[in-house]
C-alpha cells in the first residue's frame, strides 16, 4: 500500500497541507467505520451522506490525515488536512500518481462476463513466479479503481485491473488513471443494452481499453464476439501494439471438448495441452485462454500455468460449487444476462445428477427486450434438459407464464422459493442459483442453509 509523508501525498496532489506535514502514511481508507491510526481518510460526498461529517469518528480512532474539500469550513483540528477542490478526484489523482511511481505491468479487464474469471485465473498463475496484485471483489469503478492501485506494495510486480463500465467513456477515464500494458476484452454481451442500445455500441464502448493501451502494448479480445471486429475494422490502428484473439475461430482455441473430471473442467487448446481449471463451465475455458497466452508472454512458466489453474480460487457467487446436505449447490448468483444464463446453465448439466433445478432471478439492464430475453431463457433451460425452472421477479414471471406447459414455477418470495426447495435437498440433484445482482439470490443459498428464516 502507499506509504509516505502527508507532505509527499500533497505534493503529488499540488496542494496546500494544513497541520504537520511530517504525518507517516500507511493506506488510504474512505469508510469513517474501517479507519486506522495511520491510514489517510478520503471523505467523499455521496448522495445519501457526506464522508466529511465522520471526520469526529475518524480522529477517535488515532488518524491523524485527511484529504480536505476546501469549501467544507471550518476546518476541523488536530489533524493534518491536504486541502482540495473535489475529494473524488483528488483520491483518482492520488492513485494515478502512486502507480507512476510503481514499475509493476499493468493489465486491464474489461467485458460483458467473464472479467472477474479472468482476473482470477490470471492472478491464481502468475502470483506463483511474480509478485502479483489484484482487484479485490468488484471494486472496477471510479472509487475502486483508485483504492485499489493505493493499495498496491511499491514492489509489486504484475497489477491486475478489473475495469466496469455502464456508459460511453468509463473504460476511457479510468484507463487515464492506469494506463494499460496488457488489456483484455472477455466477452461483449447484453449487459448495458439499456444504457448503450445495442452490443455494437457497448463493443465500441469497451474498446476505450485498446484506445489507451500505452504504445506497444498487447491487446487480446474475444473473436466469439463479432462486434468487436467490426469495431476494430472501423478504428485507426497503432501498428505498435500487438492484437490477439482468441476463441472458437481465434488465435488461440479450444482443440479439444471441454470436459468435467471431479468437478474440475479438463481442455486442451493451440498453447497447451492436459489444461485443468478448478470451475466449472465451458465458459471458464474460454476465460482461460488470455490468461494462459498472457502468463507466457510475462514469462510465467508452463508448470505454473497449470498449476494456477488447476488450484484456481474463484472470487464468490462465479460458478461456486457448494454441498447442501446431499444437493450440489451451484452458485453463480452475483450477476446475469443472457449470454452467462446460458452459461451457467450449460454448467449445472454437467454436474452429475439425475435432476437438475434452474433457480433464475430477474436479468436487469437490458431495454426493451427484456421480456423475450427471459422467454429465451427458459427455453433453453428446457430445451437442455433442465428438469424444473424456478423463477423470482417480475420479468422471471413474465418466462414462467412462457413455459407454462413444463415444470416452471414462479415464487413471490426467496423464501417460498425455498421452501419448495427444501425437500429436494435430501435428493442427488444439481441446483443453480442465478440472476442480477440486485435481486440478491446468493440469500436463497442461506435460506437453504438454514442461516436466513
Given at each position: 500500500?502507499?506509504?509516505?509523508?502527508?507532505?509527499?501525498?500533497?505534493?503529488?496532489?499540488?496542494?496546500?497541507?494544513?497541520?504537520?506535514?511530517?504525518?507517516?502514511?500507511?493506506?488510504?481508507?474512505?469508510?469513517?467505520?474501517?479507519?486506522?491510526?495511520?491510514?489517510?481518510?478520503?471523505?467523499?460526498?455521496?448522495?445519501?451522506?457526506?464522508?466529511?461529517?465522520?471526520?469526529?469518528?475518524?480522529?477517535?480512532?488515532?488518524?491523524?490525515?485527511?484529504?480536505?474539500?476546501?469549501?467544507?469550513?471550518?476546518?476541523?483540528?488536530?489533524?493534518?488536512?491536504?486541502?482540495?477542490?473535489?475529494?473524488?478526484?483528488?483520491?483518482?489523482?492520488?492513485?494515478?500518481?502512486?502507480?507512476?511511481?510503481?514499475?509493476?505491468?499493468?493489465?486491464?479487464?474489461?467485458?460483458?462476463?467473464?472479467?472477474?474469471?479472468?482476473?482470477?485465473?490470471?492472478?491464481s498463475i502468475c502470483s506463483l513466479e511474480k509478485k502479483t496484485q489484484k482487484t479485490?471483489?468488484?471494486?472496477?469503478?471510479?472509487?475502486?479503481?483508485?483504492?485499489?492501485?493505493?493499495?498496491?506494495?511499491?514492489?509489486?510486480?504484475?497489477?491486475?485491473?478489473?475495469?466496469?463500465?455502464?456508459?460511453?467513456?468509463?473504460?476511457?477515464?479510468?484507463?487515464?488513471?492506469?494506463?494499460?500494458?496488457?488489456?483484455?476484452?472477455?466477452?461483449?454481451?447484453?449487459?448495458?443494452?439499456?444504457?448503450?442500445?445495442?452490443?455494437?455500441?457497448?463493443?465500441?464502448?469497451?474498446?476505450?481499453?485498446?484506445?489507451?493501451?500505452?504504445?506497444?502494448?498487447?491487446?487480446?479480445?474475444?473473436?466469439?464476439?463479432?462486434?468487436?471486429?467490426?469495431?476494430?475494422?472501423?478504428?485507426?490502428?497503432?501498428?505498435?501494439?500487438?492484437?490477439?484473439?482468441?476463441?472458437?475461430?481465434?488465435?488461440?482455441?479450444?482443440?479439444?471438448?471441454?470436459?468435467?473430471?471431479?468437478?474440475?473442467?479438463?481442455?486442451?487448446?493451440s498453447l497447451c495441452s492436459d489444461v485443468k481449471v478448478n470451475s466449472l463451465g465451458?465458459?471458464?475455458?474460454?476465460?482461460?485462454?488470455?490468461?494462459?497466452?498472457?502468463?507466457?508472454?510475462?514469462?510465467?512458466?508452463?508448470?505454473?500455468?497449470?498449476?494456477?489453474?488447476?488450484?484456481?480460487?474463484?472470487?464468490?457467487?462465479?460458478?461456486?460449487?457448494?454441498?447442501?446436505?446431499?444437493?450440489?449447490?451451484?452458485?453463480?448468483?452475483?450477476?446475469?444476462?443472457?449470454?452467462?444464463?446460458?452459461?451457467?446453465?450449460?454448467?449445472?448439466?454437467?454436474?452429475?445428477?439425475?435432476?437438475?433445478?434452474?433457480?433464475?432471478?430477474?436479468?436487469?439492464?437490458?431495454?426493451?427486450?427484456?421480456?423475450?430475453?427471459?422467454?429465451?431463457?427458459?427455453?433453453?433451460?428446457?430445451?437442455?434438459?433442465?428438469?424444473?425452472?424456478?423463477?423470482?421477479?417480475?420479468?422471471?414471471?413474465?418466462?414462467?407464464?412462457?413455459?407454462?406447459?413444463?415444470?416452471?414455477?414462479?415464487?413471490?418470495?426467496?423464501?417460498?422459493?425455498?421452501?419448495?426447495?427444501?425437500?429436494?435437498?435430501?435428493?442427488?440433484?444439481?441446483?443453480?442459483?442465478?440472476?442480477?445482482?440486485?435481486?440478491?439470490?446468493?440469500?436463497?443459498?442461506?435460506?437453504?442453509?438454514?442461516?436466513?428464516?
Amino acid at each position: 500500500m502507499i506509504e509516505t509523508t502527508i507532505r509527499e501525498i500533497a505534493s503529488m496532489l499540488h496542494a496546500p497541507v494544513l497541520g504537520s506535514e511530517k504525518v507517516m502514511i500507511h493506506g488510504v481508507c474512505i469508510d469513517s467505520r474501517k479507519i486506522e491510526d495511520s491510514h489517510l481518510y478520503v471523505p467523499l460526498m455521496g448522495q445519501r451522506a457526506d464522508g466529511h461529517t465522520f471526520i469526529e469518528q475518524v480522529k477517535e480512532k488515532g488518524c491523524k490525515a485527511a484529504l480536505w474539500q476546501k469549501d467544507h469550513t471550518p476546518y476541523p483540528e488536530d489533524v493534518a488536512l491536504v486541502l482540495v477542490d473535489d475529494t473524488l478526484q483528488a483520491l483518482q489523482d492520488l492513485a494515478k500518481a502512486y502507480l507512476q511511481k510503481l514499475s509493476g505491468t499493468v493489465v486491464a479487464i474489461t467485458g460483458s462476463n467473464g472479467k472477474t474469471s479472468c482476473k482470477d485465473m490470471l492472478y491464481s498463475i502468475c502470483s506463483l513466479e511474480k509478485k502479483t496484485q489484484k482487484t479485490q471483489g468488484n471494486q472496477n469503478n471510479e472509487i475502486g479503481l483508485p483504492l485499489t492501485i493505493l493499495s498496491l506494495d511499491s514492489d509489486v510486480e504484475i497489477i491486475i485491473l478489473e475495469m466496469g463500465m455502464e456508459n460511453r467513456g468509463e473504460i476511457a477515464f479510468l484507463c487515464s488513471i492506469a494506463p494499460p500494458d496488457i488489456s483484455v476484452i472477455t466477452t461483449i454481451g447484453s449487459a448495458h443494452m439499456e444504457n448503450l442500445g445495442g452490443k455494437k455500441q457497448i463493443a465500441q464502448a469497451k474498446l476505450e481499453i485498446l484506445e489507451h493501451l500505452k504504445p506497444g502494448g498487447l491487446f487480446l479480445y474475444d473473436k466469439d464476439s463479432p462486434e468487436i471486429d467490426e469495431c476494430l475494422k472501423a478504428m485507426d490502428q497503432d501498428p505498435s501494439k500487438k492484437i490477439i484473439s482468441f476463441g472458437t475461430h481465434g488465435d488461440i482455441a479450444l482443440t479439444s471438448d471441454v470436459k468435467v473430471i471431479q468437478d474440475q473442467i479438463c481442455f486442451s487448446c493451440s498453447l497447451c495441452s492436459d489444461v485443468k481449471v478448478n470451475s466449472l463451465g465451458k465458459i471458464q475455458a474460454h476465460n482461460a485462454l488470455p490468461c494462459i497466452y498472457i502468463a507466457s508472454y510475462l514469462g510465467i512458466s508452463m508448470k505454473s500455468i497449470k498449476e494456477g489453474l488447476s488450484h484456481l480460487e474463484m472470487t464468490g457467487m462465479r460458478m461456486q460449487l457448494d454441498q447442501i446436505a446431499k444437493a450440489k449447490i451451484l452458485n453463480d448468483a452475483y450477476k446475469s444476462n443472457p449470454e452467462s444464463a446460458k452459461a451457467a446453465i450449460d454448467a449445472l448439466m454437467t454436474l452429475d445428477a439425475p435432476l437438475h433445478i434452474a433457480c433464475l432471478g430477474d436479468m436487469l439492464d437490458l431495454g426493451p427486450n427484456e421480456i423475450c430475453l427471459h422467454e429465451e431463457i427458459g427455453d433453453y433451460a428446457f430445451d437442455h434438459q433442465v428438469d424444473i425452472v424456478c423463477g423470482y421477479g417480475p420479468l422471471s414471471l413474465k418466462m414462467v407464464e412462457h413455459c407454462k406447459d413444463k415444470k416452471a414455477y414462479w415464487f413471490e418470495t426467496k423464501e417460498e422459493m425455498g421452501e419448495f426447495l427444501r425437500p429436494y435437498l435430501q435428493k442427488d440433484c444439481a441446483i443453480l442459483v442465478k440472476g442480477s445482482r440486485s435481486m440478491g439470490m446468493d440469500t436463497l443459498i442461506d435460506i437453504l442453509k438454514g442461516e436466513l428464516k
